[in-house]
């Protein structure tokens, strides 16, 4: 009997310690896992005043980056794991992520504005195509790579130097296989939507998500509300009623304009202005941000404007009024040219999208001058120059 009792002692024994050991795994499983995602409780914990097109929330460290229409991210920092039980759906962005592939354009500038350059390893614009300095600067001492156009990009590339992510703009839905691609070889990729808010100060608050993705928060909340105080005055002065018209000739005569509802109509309108096809785009809200007409019919529309700004961002860059004629003598008749009041844009206008409160001041400036103010300084010009 007493060999028995022994026998079942031991056996007792080694089953609990089987348990024990059992429980132990499991509770380092469950470490290692990290917190479960569906117990985390999540608040917005970002005040935007103008973006429309993003949102961001916290929980316990972690932040959850929502884009209208192009998913969720996670934000997972270094120290911690990623959170058990996440949703499929949900990209998981591993801080820091200090090799990304910058495919967006618009977004360079606001990253350099707040002081994340650092964190762009790779370029989808070649050295020679970009008008952002630092970012040309960047280019060729070698800091940042290009790594292939939005639809062809460089995959060895980017996994042998290890991307962390890949900012696109909208154009990616073109090619959904590339993004697919992407997301397979484990590379995220978020699809900034920066160019569908309708407020030109909301494309302008994306530099907050750039900050949050790269831990650059203060510097971009800095920036941003300094802009806003440089600008605040124009916007609560009194419109001057001068009708402004945007504009590039193509090489086939026809003329592109922008829509009502484009963020250029609207920066005329909050710099003093009127804009002169506020009438083209209206019915449509999903149409293109840009209208090509013929120039009889601008002619009809932009005749009397008091003010005409050609963009040379997009069409070859003209110097002189009479490079305006060269494109069509009907210039001519337009009561811009014959007062002398024709600007241009450069070729650095789009890219500069940090500069949009610079834009406003400068066709502020515009129209004070027009209106006949004397204390108007015209050198202070940025992205407007006056043509001759």
């Known amino acids: 009997m007493g060999k028995i009792r022994n026998a079942a002692v031991l056996l007792t024994a080694a089953v609990l310690l089987l348990l024990g050991a059992c429980v132990s795994e499991e509770q380092e499983s469950s470490e290692k896992a990290g917190t479960d995602f569906n117990e985390l409780k999540w608040e917005k914990d970002m005040v935007l005043s103008y973006a429309r097109q993003f949102s961001i929330e916290s929980c316990e460290g972690y932040r959850m980056v929502s884009i209208a229409g192009a998913g969720r991210f996670l934000l997972v920092p270094e120290e911690k794991e990623t959170p058990s039980q996440t949703p499929k759906d949900i990209s998981v962005l591993k801080m820091p992520l200090n090799k990304t592939y910058l495919v967006s354009t618009s977004a360079m500038d606001l990253i350099c504005m707040a ?7 790779f370029s989808g614009t070649r050295q020679e195509n970009w008008h952002v300095i630092k970012a040309k600067e960047a280019m060729e001492e070698g800091a940042v790579l290009y790594a292939g156009k939005y ?21 990616i839905f073109h090619n ?14 978020l699809v900034e939507r920066s160019s569908y808010e309708p407020d030109p100060l909301g494309r302008l608050e994306w530099i907050k998500l750039y900050g ?23 916007l609560e002065s009194e419109n001057t009623g001068l009708k402004a018209a945007f504009f590039s000739v193509s090489s086939n005569g026809s003329v592109t304009v922008r829509r009502s509802e484009d963020y250029i109509a609207k920066m ?10 506020s009438y083209i785009g209206k019915e449509d809200r999903n149409a293109l941000s840009a209208v090509r007409m013929q120039m009889e019919d601008f002619y009809a529309g ?48 789009f890219q500069e999208t940090a500069g949009s409160c610079d834009f406003i001041r400068d066709m502020n400036i515009v129209f ?21």
């Open 115 to 121: 002081d994340a350059l650092d964190y762009i390893r």
């Open 151 to 171: 639809s062809a990009p460089d995959y060895e590339l980017l996994l042998s130097e290890g991307c962390t992510l890949a900012i696109e703009n909208t154009m």
């Open 176 to 189: 959904p296989e590339v993004k697919e691609k992407l997301e397979e070889l484990g590379i995220p990729v």
């Open 212 to 234: 949050v993705l790269f831990g650059k928060e203060r510097q971009a909340e800095t920036f941003f509300h300094e802009e806003l105080k440089q600008v605040q005055p124009i």
């Open 268 to 277: 005329i309108e909050m710099a003093g202005g009127k804009y002169v096809f």
């Open 302 to 349: 932009a005749k009397d404007a008091d003010i005409l700004i050609y963009n040379s961002a997009i069409e070859e860059e003209i110097e002189s009024i009479g490079n305006l004629l060269d494109k069509n003598p009907l210039f001519a008749d337009f009561k811009a040219v014959k007062e002398g009041n024709v600007y241009c844009t450069g070729k650095n206008f």
């Open 368 to 388: 004070s001058h027009v209106s006949g103010k004397k204390d108007v300084d015209m050198e202070q010009l940025r992205f407007l120059r006056k043509l001759r």
